[in-house]
Nanobody, 123 residues
Framework: QVQLVESGGGLVQAGGSLRLSCTASGRTFGGYSMGWFRQPPGKEREFVAA????????SYADSVKGRFTISRANAKNTVYLQMNPLKPDDTAVYYC????????????????WGQGTQVTVSS
């Protein structure tokens, strides 16, 4: 089993920034890719960003490209999502997820999920 815990969410004004963290624990064994997804109010969960184990490959949704940056620290089993500048449309619950294999952009390719952290961007 693997546990994922997100942190760093909160309330911020448009144009501001937040950095989300997600730490994995349990039977990770390394070699895993990680992704960030989000679910805006009343909408489906959507892909945000993903990163490979070596950090050599990253991918982003068009809506966040150029504003968000995904990174990871394998020694800490942690992935980060730096978000700036934030827009009201970024308001959502943000989830991290883990899979063994290449970084992917589809939710059903991920095996374990965190509980989510709320990000609210006011206009």
């Amino acid at each position: 089993q693997v546990q994922l815990v997100e942190s760093g969410g909160g309330l911020v004004q448009a144009g501001g920034s937040l950095r989300l963290s997600c730490t994995a624990s349990g039977r990770t064994f390394g070699g895993y890719s990680m992704g960030w997804f989000r679910q805006p109010p009343g909408k489906e969960r959507e892909f945000v960003a993903a990163i490979s184990w070596s950090s050599s490959r990253t991918s982003y949704a068009d809506s966040v490209k150029g504003r968000f940056t995904i990174s990871r620290a394998n020694a800490k089993n942690t992935v980060y999502l730096q978000m700036n500048p934030l827009k009201p449309d970024d308001t959502a619950v943000y989830y991290c997820a883990i899979r063994w294999g290449a970084a992917a952009g589809t939710a059903n390719e991920y095996t374990y999920w965190g509980q989510g952290t709320q990000v609210t961007v006011s206009s």
